[in-house]
């Protein structure tokens, strides 16, 4: 093989490295286990409350409340589990007589993310 | 995994069946096996296929053929089929006999340091990109919008961009007006690869795109230095460190990894392209053939299809290489110009005059050409970023060594020490290194209001050439004392040598260790596509966006989620862009994020009807919060987004 062909092979073997090893790191940054979670409500734009927990963190434990006003009042609040990569879809109906109904959502390391709706 | 693996095998095939195979056959054709090394054909396909895919594009969408995976494949099969048969027509009676006459025959020694200088050119590159995916640069997103537009439709539109704007006392978004910011050669082969390999325009395809064009430009600065120094016994050294000067030392500064990263497209084909036009014509003037004369105005036309920055550097080049070479050389260019009537008046020149008529005039006329853009470059220096740099900023562009090497290359080659230097070779690194050097530091005595940093980043090219010129020159030969104008002792240059590579090596390796500290990127960037993804999967038709350049990570992908339109969602731009008086003429876009409950913020999205809002939540989620009208609907790591409920 002549000095050419050998460079022009070394080449290519190292390019098709270079192409695996960055679509192996996207791969893994698409499927991240420490991207956070986020929290949304289902239909952003009527009444409905019914809001959803993306987990992508490794945690698995999520406390959410429901509250009304600005005072904040605690109309329901509960725990789930989510796996991470996976989501939970939390129906909730409106029942609010014309006020903000604030969605806070916290994770066992004290992480915090809330989503509200004014009615007023 | 088995999905991954056809991916991966899809991905490579469509790099080597859109970047490789169609460039290597029309050489073929024209050269056989003879005239052209075996990695010289190799680098100059790279560079060829790039542009016979744009034009094979580009005739597809004149006759109404629509993009497809399947249209494409054919197109390119055909060209490159048709390209072979004329090579076995052309070459029947001696197949592949004289290759060995135009090859480069490298030492072992020779082979293993390109081979190691390709190895750190790449490995770090790599290193450095993996902090850079999923892609989350503006400049990629801006392109890669218009590359999956023409994707998605199947033919090449207009580049177009809306505004917004006051008209009869309410804001509205006017009408689509041309814009001159893209060339359509940036955008083409991403078409192609996404269309035939099926990959994500949102993945790293684009970014390994941009690291193969990337590593064959240096590779295409290679084989210059070879034909460059051709006359010099040195030149395969010439060549191989030239190849360590751009490729593995300064790996990350612009214009390598950080423009891979960055996604400056046209700068990094231009950095491919340049060279290997120079390179045709280098072996036109050598040689006398026409056939080099053709590929050498295919290349510089193809330039004038990819990037008009890269086209201008070139042209700038060129028009100081003749002017040059009839002032210094004018016997022998005379001779070119006017005795070799032979060469100019070939059947191939001609049809060469002929196709670039038809494609410029009947084809595809490049957009800067139509919207009068050029007038915007020729003339005073306006803005402040085109006002030049000084000689400290310059030779940073350039790193210290490549600079101080370069500038004593110059003054070698001003000597008159060398007398195997070709004087084309001489006039036209000159020219090239002069035009840089002028437009970088003092653009106003040209008259051309360019970006002084991009110009500047061009040089880099023909300074490692002239710097490994320098090193070669001093320390390159075995009597190497005996060239010197100062008759110092062997050990003295001996150590000088040592120093002089250490400190080459510091330098240029500096940049490399601030720079591949992992960072937090890709975290951002997925919290971006997140939200972004919500929004497309919610927004009706019309619904309307407003988003954040200033705080939001990998702002400019957002448009690829909704394809709506290039000014989709409309963004606040960074604040001195409404400061200048130049850029920004409205504040809309401003006034909806920084403060949306006041006034002008009101009316604006009163006026345009937005009805969402995409902002970083800690720098812009206080002033939303406290307003009755918006509901918070989605919250991430970095982002919220507001509704506005009228």
Same mark, same amino acid.
């Given at each position: 093989m002549s000095s050419e062909k050998k460079i022009i092979f070394a080449l290519v073997i190292l390019l098709f490295f270079s192409f695996c090893f960055l679509s192996y790191f996207e791969k893994k940054q698409l499927q991240p286990s420490d991207a956070g979670w986020e929290i949304y409500f289902e239909d952003p734009q009527s009444d409905n409350l019914t809001f959803i927990i993306e987990n992508n963190t490794k945690t698995k434990k999520i406390h959410w409340k429901e509250m009304a006003g600005e005072s904040n009042v605690i109309i329901k609040e509960a725990d789930i589990l989510v796996v991470s990569g996976q989501k939970s879809t939390i129906p909730l109906l409106n029942e609010s007589d014309g006020e903000k109904i604030t969605i806070e959502v916290s994770d066992e390391l004290g992480g915090k993310k809330e989503i509200h709706k004014r009615f007023n | 995994m088995l999905e991954l693996f056809q991916s991966q095998i899809s991905f490579y095939l469509t790099i080597a069946l859109v970047l490789f195979v169609p460039g290597y056959f029309m050489l073929l054709a024209f050269f056989g096996k003879e005239k052209l090394g075996v990695l010289e054909r190799f680098i100059a396909a790279t560079g060829l296929s790039i542009l016979i895919t744009d034009f094979l594009m580009l005739v597809m969408s004149r006759v109404e053929i629509l993009f497809t995976r399947a249209s494409l494949v054919i197109t390119l099969l055909i060209f490159s089929a048709s390209c072979f048969l004329v090579y076995r027509k052309r070459f029947k009676k001696a197949p592949g006999v004289a290759e060995t006459k135009a090859s480069s025959d490298f030492s072992f020694k020779q082979t293993l340091l390109i081979i190691l200088i390709l190895f750190l050119s790449i490995f770090i590159r790599s290193v450095y990109l993996q902090n850079n995916l999923p892609s989350s640069s503006t400049d990629l997103g801006h392109h890669m919008y218009w590359s999956k537009l023409f994707a998605e439709s199947g033919k090449i539109q207009n580049y177009t961009q809306r505004e917004i704007v006051l008209k009869d006392g309410a804001y509205q978004i006017d009408a689509p007006k041309p814009i001159s910011d893209f060339v359509i050669g940036e955008h083409l082969i991403f078409t192609a690869i996404s269309l035939i390999s099926g990959a994500s325009f949102i993945s790293a395809f684009p970014v390994s795109v941009l690291l193969f064009i990337n590593i064959f430009s240096l590779l295409a600065v290679f084989i210059l230095s070879l034909r460059l120094f051709e006359a010099s016994p040195q030149n395969k050294n010439i060549a191989i460190f030239a190849l360590l000067f751009c490729g593995a030392l300064f790996v990350i500064d612009p214009p390598q990894a950080k423009f891979v990263g960055g996604g400056v497209i046209g700068n990094i084909l231009g950095n491919l392209l340049i060279p290997l036009t120079f390179y045709f014509y280098v072996r036109f003037l050598r040689e006398k053939e026409s056939v080099f004369l053709f590929f050498a105005l295919f290349f510089s036309m193809g330039l004038f299809y990819t990037h008009h920055l890269s086209g201008l550097i070139f042209l700038l080049t060129f028009v100081g290489f003749v002017a040059l070479s009839f002032l210094f050389n004018f016997q022998e260019t005379k001779q070119v110009f006017f005795s070799q009537k032979r060469s100019w008046q070939s059947p191939l020149l001609l049809a060469f005059l002929v196709f670039s008529l038809v494609f410029v005039f009947i084809i595809y006329t490049p957009t800067y050409l139509t919207n009068s853009a050029v007038n915007t470059v020729v003339g005073a220096v306006k803005k402040i970023e085109h006002t030049g740099l000084s000689i400290l900023q310059f030779r940073n562009v350039l790193g210290e060594a490549r600079f101080a090497l370069g500038a004593f290359g110059i003054l070698l080659f001003l000597?008159?020490?060398? +007398? /195997?230097? /070709?004087r084309y070779s001489f006039l036209l690194l000159f020219s090239w290194i002069s035009v840089i050097t002028l437009i970088s530091l003092a653009p106003g005595l040209v008259k051309i209001s360019i970006p002084s940093g991009r110009v500047a980043n061009y040089g880099v090219y023909p300074f490692a050439i002239i710097s490994a010129f320098a090193f070669i020159s001093v320390f390159g030969q075995k009597d190497f004392h005996k060239n010197l104008l100062v008759p110092f002792g062997q050990k003295l240059i001996i150590g000088a040598f040592l120093l002089l590579f250490i400190f080459i090596n510091l330098d240029g390796f500096s940049d490399t260790t601030i720079y591949l500290k992992g960072n937090d990127s890709a975290k951002k960037t997925f919290q971006t596509f997140n939200a972004s993804e919500y929004l497309a999967t919610r927004m009706k038709k019309t619904d309307l966006l407003a988003s954040d350049h200033v705080y939001l990570f990998a702002d400019s992908w957002v448009k690829l989620f909704f394809m709506r339109d290039y000014y989709f969602p409309s963004y606040r731009a960074n604040f001195e862009r409404y400061e200048n008086?130049?850029? +920004? +003429?409205?504040f809309c876009t401003r006034d909806m994020i920084s403060n949306p409950g006041g006034e002008l913020g009101e009316k604006c999205y009163s006026d345009l009807g937005t009805n969402f809002v995409m902002v970083n939540k800690l720098m812009d989620g206080a002033q939303f919060r406290k307003l009755n009208n918006f509901w918070q609907v989605y919250s991430n790591e970095e982002i919220n987004i507001y509704y506005r409920n009228k």
């Open positions: - | 000597a008159p020490l060398r +007398k /195997s230097i /070709s008086g130049v850029d +920004k +003429k409205e």
